[in-house]
Nanobody, 126 residues
Framework: AVQLQESGGGSVQSGGSLRLSCSASEYTCFGWFRQVPGKQREGVAAIVVDGTTSYGESVEGRFTISRDNLENKVYLQMNDLKPEDTAMYYC????????????????????????WGQGTQVTVSS
């Protein structure tokens, strides 16, 4: 099983930036999700093997997902943060089958991923 470990969460004021990182124990498909208590887990961003990305509507243009294939890492650069971005952020992984990953055509659902990190808290104050 792929093991995932996030880092980089914290507290920031509205308009600020944070960069989340996630390290995987082996090569995997990557996605970022977020969740607030009482709500469903929401897709934030995903990246496939060839670097194609997809984003949730609420973060499009503000967040950027990238990956380092040599290090088996994925990053989420979050700019212009808003209080509504406050959530627990989770790194998600899925086995690569035939070079395919979730997220090529649209933001994936949580059910598209098998492996999950423990989460890192992001808090944005107004």
């Amino acid at each position: 099983a792929v093991q995932l470990q996030e880092s980089g969460g914290g507290s920031v004021q509205s308009g600020g930036s944070l960069r989340l990182s996630c390290s995987a124990s082996e090569y995997t498909c990557f996605g970022w999700f977020r969740q607030v208590p009482g709500k469903q887990r929401e897709g934030v961003a995903a990246i496939v093997v060839d670097g194609t990305t997809s984003y949730g509507e609420s973060v499009e243009g503000r967040f950027t997902i990238s990956r380092d294939n040599l290090e088996n890492k994925v990053y989420l650069q979050m700019n212009d943060l808003k209080p509504e971005d406050t959530a627990m952020y989770y790194c998600a992984g899925e086995d690569v089958f035939g070079g395919m990953c979730p997220g090529r055509w649209h933001i994936p659902d949580p059910e598209d991923y098998t492996y999950w990190g423990q989460g890192t808290q992001v808090t944005v104050s107004s």
